[in-house]
């Protein structure tokens, strides 16, 4: 079979759009480096794709590169799919370039072609030169020419005045890249091309690890596989688009990355709602996405064993099912910096191992089509030193039960473990903002905003802990009241307690372990309870009357002096600050409050 080569590389303007780098009459020399092909050396009468020109007067160039020799061979025959040489055996075998020279003008030894002197160049510098083999850009700048099996190629092209303005090594262009245009594909939205893509990633030696795309529009209808060379650079000129919509199916995804060192940047990925799924990565390290555009997917981006210092900047997931998704055992040291993560039913799921994993300045912004979602989901096997550090959570709809950020540890022995929340702004119409469901020790919640809690069934911090385990929450702000909602069942806070604040109302209710709680008997007496502390020792709580309607009274368990002791409070501003022991209450001062 003859391959076609097809080419005119296109170069990026000023604007998104790419221009035509090359002109008419730009000629281009060509030469065989190497033998890559899968048919037969006994293949002596090769097809060609129908539609090609041939003519019987013309001479086909048959360049043998790993001989550095060439014969002309004429053609006995040609037909729609077909050619068959003068000669009886052809001088042809795996990797030659054949290069369609048009009519031999001239009689005798010495042919001379329809462009004039044939000139090939042995090296990318044009230090030597073999005459007998060149094609010429046709009037859009264009070439083309035919090869026998998938042989690889340097190709020197000179302007109209002979200046050497490309070098192309093996499909490549003079700085050692591969242009998937290169290989056939067209980029025009219709055509499959995946073929020519998976060419192109095939092409990749550990020498040459460079493919780019054009900013065009390429249509992908089975899943590429990279390069296995570790360091491989994948870039999109002008963010081109992956259109991955046709024929993959639920579990496939449009790329997979393996190989250490992988980078893929600038594209867009567009599933287009047909539940296909973006790009995998799967037991490698040193991973870097840059400024990739997930969109209309399944799971945009899923880490499989990922691990060492993987870097993920400036993603985009609009409108996925999950956006990002921890599978499989475990993932380490994975950094995500100024992503967005929007209009999905949920941003980050987790139910692996997990350790060292940070987003900084992102994005999370969900949409669940259903009640009872997560916007950040970490239900781990266990989760050591994760951090969210200047990130922004918004999800939920009002109605719905939805939370921001929920974190839970599988086992006591397999917790989340000191995980931190720092200087995050959390905003939307969340059950609660942070639910920690269990199993957490350590968690530090610092220097964040909270607004638009569901509150009073709601709440920005919800705290559960069978287990006592400390939590460190410090420098919170509340913008909507100025009152932090917490609930603290069963842990034992460290920090800033004061910030920790509630007003309480009703008849009978039940406060806080510790903080400030605030008493209004504006519209009835108040009998509350003050239940035992935990394990946790040197904890103050304060209880102040804000609206003295009517007296009221706290009953505290397990004071050092009756339990209950019971605090009457009948003006305004009388307080009783408390201290846990780690067994037991004591009163520290009572201002104006009885016993």
């Given at each position: 079979?003859l391959?076609h080569?097809?080419?005119?590389?296109?170069?990026?303007?000023?604007?998104?759009?790419?221009?035509?780098?090359?002109?008419?009459?730009?000629?281009?020399?060509?030469?065989?480096?190497?033998?890559?092909?899968?048919?037969?050396?006994?293949?002596?009468?090769p097809?060609?794709?129908?539609?090609?020109?041939?003519?019987?007067?013309?001479?086909?160039?048959?360049?043998?590169?790993?001989?550095?020799?060439?014969?002309?061979?004429g053609?006995?025959?040609v037909?729609?799919?077909?050619?068959?040489?003068?000669?009886?055996?052809?001088?042809?075998?795996?990797?030659?370039?054949?290069?369609?020279?048009?009519?031999?003008?001239?009689?005798?030894?010495?042919?001379?072609?329809?462009?004039?002197?044939?000139?090939?160049?042995?090296?990318?510098?044009?230090?030597?030169?073999i005459t007998?083999?060149?094609v010429?850009?046709?009037?859009?700048?264009?070439y083309?020419?035919?090869y026998?099996?998938?042989?690889?190629?340097?190709?020197?092209?000179?302007?109209?005045?002979?200046?050497v303005?490309?070098?192309?090594?093996g499909?490549?262009?003079s700085?050692?890249?591969?242009?998937?245009?290169?290989?056939?594909a067209?980029?025009?939205?219709?055509?499959?091309?995946?073929?020519?893509?998976?060419?192109?990633?095939?092409?990749?030696?550990?020498?040459?690890?460079?493919?780019?795309?054009?900013?065009?529009?390429?249509?992908?209808?089975?899943?590429?596989?990279?390069?296995?060379f570790?360091f491989?650079?994948?870039?999109?000129?002008?963010?081109?688009?992956?259109?991955?919509s046709?024929?993959?199916?639920?579990?496939?995804?449009?790329?997979?990355?393996?190989?250490?060192?992988?980078?893929?940047?600038?594209?867009?990925?567009?599933?287009?709602?047909?539940?296909?799924?973006?790009?995998?990565?799967?037991?490698?390290?040193?991973?870097?996405l840059?400024?990739?555009?997930l969109?209309?997917?399944k799971?945009?981006?899923?880490?499989?064993?990922?691990?060492?210092?993987?870097a993920f900047?400036?993603?985009?997931?609009?409108?996925?099912?999950?956006?990002?998704?921890?599978a499989?055992?475990?993932?380490?040291?994975?950094?995500?910096?100024?992503?967005?993560?929007?209009?999905?039913?949920q941003?980050?799921y987790?139910?692996?191992?997990?350790?060292?994993?940070?987003?900084?300045?992102?994005?999370?912004?969900?949409q669940?089509?259903?009640a009872?979602?997560?916007?950040?989901?970490?239900?781990?096997?266990?989760?050591?030193?994760?951090?969210?550090?200047?990130?922004?959570?918004?999800?939920?709809?009002?109605?719905?039960?939805?939370?921001?950020?929920?974190?839970?540890?599988?086992?006591?022995?397999?917790?989340?473990?000191?995980?931190?929340?720092?200087?995050?702004?959390?905003?939307?119409?969340?059950?609660?903002?942070?639910?920690?469901?269990?199993?957490?020790v350590?968690?530090?919640?610092?220097?964040?905003?909270?607004?638009?809690d569901?509150?009073?069934?709601?709440?920005?911090?919800?705290?559960?802990?069978?287990?006592?385990?400390?939590?460190?929450?410090?420098?919170?702000?509340?913008s909507?009241?100025?009152?932090?909602?917490?609930a603290?069942?069963?842990?034992?806070?460290?920090?800033?307690?004061?910030?920790?604040?509630?007003?309480?109302?009703?008849?009978?209710?039940?406060?806080?372990?510790w903080?400030?709680?605030?008493?209004?008997?504006?519209?009835?007496?108040?009998?509350?309870?003050?239940?035992?502390?935990?394990?946790?020792?040197?904890?103050?709580?304060?209880?102040?009357?804000?609206?003295?309607?009517?007296?009221?009274?706290?009953?505290?368990?397990?004071?050092?002096?009756?339990?209950?002791?019971?605090?009457?409070?009948?003006?305004?501003?009388?307080?009783?600050?408390?201290?846990?022991?780690?067994?037991e209450?004591?009163t520290?001062?009572?201002?104006?409050?009885?016993?």
């Open positions: 079979m391959s080569r097809q080419n005119n590389v296109l170069k990026a303007t000023s604007g998104a759009s790419t221009e035509p780098q090359f002109a008419a009459s730009y000629v281009v020399y060509v030469f065989s480096v190497g033998a890559y092909a899968n048919a037969a050396s006994s293949d002596t009468t097809t060609v794709d129908a539609g090609h020109s041939f003519a019987a007067t013309h001479k086909m160039l048959i360049w043998d590169g790993l001989a550095a020799t060439f014969v002309a061979e053609l006995a025959s037909t729609a799919t077909g050619l068959t040489f003068s000669s009886a055996t052809p001088s042809i075998s795996l990797g030659d370039l054949l290069v369609n020279l048009g009519a031999d003008t001239a009689s005798g030894s010495t042919p001379a072609f329809d462009a004039g002197t044939q000139v090939i160049w042995s090296d990318p510098d044009g230090s030597t030169a007998g083999n060149k010429t850009t046709d009037a859009t700048g264009n083309d020419y035919y026998k099996g998938d042989g690889r190629f340097w190709e020197v092209i000179t302007n109209a005045s002979g200046t303005v490309s070098v192309i090594d499909f490549g262009d700085n050692g890249r591969f242009n998937v245009c290169d290989f056939g067209a980029g025009d939205g219709t055509t499959d091309d995946t073929t020519a893509i998976q060419s192109a990633l095939n092409a990749v030696t550990a020498s040459h690890e460079h493919v780019v795309f054009p900013s065009h529009t390429y249509v992908v209808t089975a899943a590429l596989t990279l390069p296995a570790n491989v650079v994948i870039e999109g000129i002008g963010r081109p688009t992956l259109d991955v046709s024929t993959l199916g639920t579990s496939d995804y449009a790329v997979t990355i393996a190989q250490r060192g992988t980078k893929l940047r600038n594209f867009f990925i567009d599933g287009a709602a047909a539940n296909t799924n973006g790009i995998k990565i799967t037991g490698a390290s040193q991973v870097q840059e400024d990739v555009y969109q209309d997917l799971d945009a981006l899923t880490l499989i064993n990922v691990n060492d210092s993987s900047t400036s993603l985009r997931c609009f409108n996925n099912t999950r956006d990002v998704v921890f499989t055992t475990k993932s380490t040291s994975c950094r995500f910096h100024d992503c967005m993560f929007e209009e999905s039913d941003a980050v987790s139910n692996i191992a997990l350790t060292n994993i940070v987003f900084r300045d992102c994005n999370f912004k969900s669940p089509a259903s009872d979602t997560k916007c950040v989901h970490f239900d781990a096997i266990f989760a050591i030193a994760c951090e969210f550090n200047g990130c922004r959570f918004e999800s939920g709809q009002s109605g719905t039960t939805v939370y921001n950020l929920w974190v839970e540890g599988a086992s006591a022995n397999f917790p989340v473990e000191a995980l931190s929340v720092h200087r995050c702004y959390f905003t939307g119409w969340p059950t609660d903002h942070i639910h920690v469901a269990d199993r957490c350590g968690l530090n919640i610092k220097h964040n905003h909270f607004i638009n569901n509150a009073p069934s709601g709440f920005d911090i919800n705290y559960n802990d069978t287990a006592d385990n400390p939590v460190y929450i410090e420098g919170n702000v509340e909507d009241d100025g009152v932090l909602a917490i603290l069942n069963g842990a034992a806070l460290l920090g800033d307690t004061q910030q920790i604040q509630e007003t309480v109302t009703a008849a009978s209710p039940t406060l806080l372990h903080g400030v709680t605030f008493l209004d008997s504006s519209s009835t007496a108040i009998t509350a309870t003050l239940g035992s502390g935990t394990s946790a020792t040197g904890l103050l709580k304060t209880i102040v009357m804000t609206n003295a309607s009517s007296s009221s009274t706290v009953s505290v368990t397990n004071h050092e002096t009756s339990d209950p002791e019971v605090i009457t409070f009948a003006a305004v501003d009388d307080t009783a600050v408390l201290m846990w022991t780690g067994t209450w004591i520290i001062k009572l201002s104006g409050a009885t016993v």
